[in-house]
């Protein structure tokens, strides 16, 4: 019963990740997953044109190419980070028990 139910979560979330791919329709000119930094840029130019930026960036990256790669690899230490954390926890938690209870911990 529990492999079933991880089985349909696991295909839930690989259907939510996969259906805005095939559901959402380009439409001339418009990049569909965009970031929202073009868009606010062009947002404050409309409001304010003689709008300029406290500070520029220390570094910017050659491509848009390794921009991603940088977001995904630091998306990926965040994930990792917090699904440790996590994990020592429940760890922490189920020793903690274990002992109070004067049972091996294993």
Aim: hydrophobic share 50%.
């Amino acid at each position: 019963m529990k492999k079933r139910r991880n089985l349909l979560l696991i295909l839930a979330v690989i259907l939510l990740a996969l259906l805005p791919l095939w559901v959402v329709q380009p439409v001339e000119d418009v990049e569909p997953f965009a970031g929202a930094d073009g868009k606010a840029m062009e947002a404050v130019s409309a409001i304010s044109p003689d709008y300029e930026p406290w500070f520029s960036p220390l570094w910017e990256p050659p491509s848009a190419e390794i921009e991603s790669l940088l977001f995904a690899f630091q998306a990926a230490l965040g994930g990792g980070f917090i699904g440790y954390y996590l994990g020592a926890s429940i760890t922490r938690v189920r020793m903690r028990r274990a002992w109070q209870q004067g049972k091996p911990c294993t």
